[in-house]
């Protein structure tokens, strides 16, 4: 059985940082990309980042670009977001998603298979 489970969120205050994780299970994982979704209250579910199945390339989402950083375990299994500067508009719950490839992920939204998500909340 898959399963996908991130930790690491929590309450911080603007300008903090804090390190998301999700390990990944069940499978092989070493042919697909990962990737983190988020979803604030009463908005849809946004892009934040991917990552290919080689962990080399990786895209962000706009709101998030120069801020945030993805990056791969070297087992395949692993994905960390890490997420700097934050700021009372990165409020939400957090995603880890597994993904046919990375533009499949970025551009549709579409995953494999999904976390249950992790809040993270900043406060201003």
């Known amino acids: 059985q898959v399963q996908l489970v991130e930790s690491g969120g929590g309450l911080v205050q603007a300008g903090d940082s804090l390190r998301l994780s999700c390990a990944a299970s069940?499978?092989?994982?070493?042919?697909?990309?990962m990737g983190w979704f988020r979803q604030a209250p009463g908005k849809e579910r946004e892009f934040v980042a991917a990552?290919?199945?080689?962990?080399?390339?990786?895209y962000y989402g706009e709101a998030v670009k120069g801020r945030f950083t993805i990056v791969r375990g070297s087992g395949s299994n692993t994905v960390a977001l890490v997420m700097n500067s934050l700021k009372p508009e990165d409020t939400a719950v957090y995603y880890c998603?597994?993904?046919?490839?990375?533009?499949?992920?970025?551009?549709?939204?579409?995953?494999?298979?999904w976390g249950q998500g992790t809040q993270v909340a900043v406060s201003s």
């Open positions: 998603a597994v993904g046919v490839s990375t533009l499949i992920l970025r551009t549709t939204g579409r995953a494999k298979y």
């Open positions: 069940g499978r092989d994982f070493s042919t697909d990309a």
């Open positions: 990552i290919n199945r080689h962990g080399v390339t990786t």
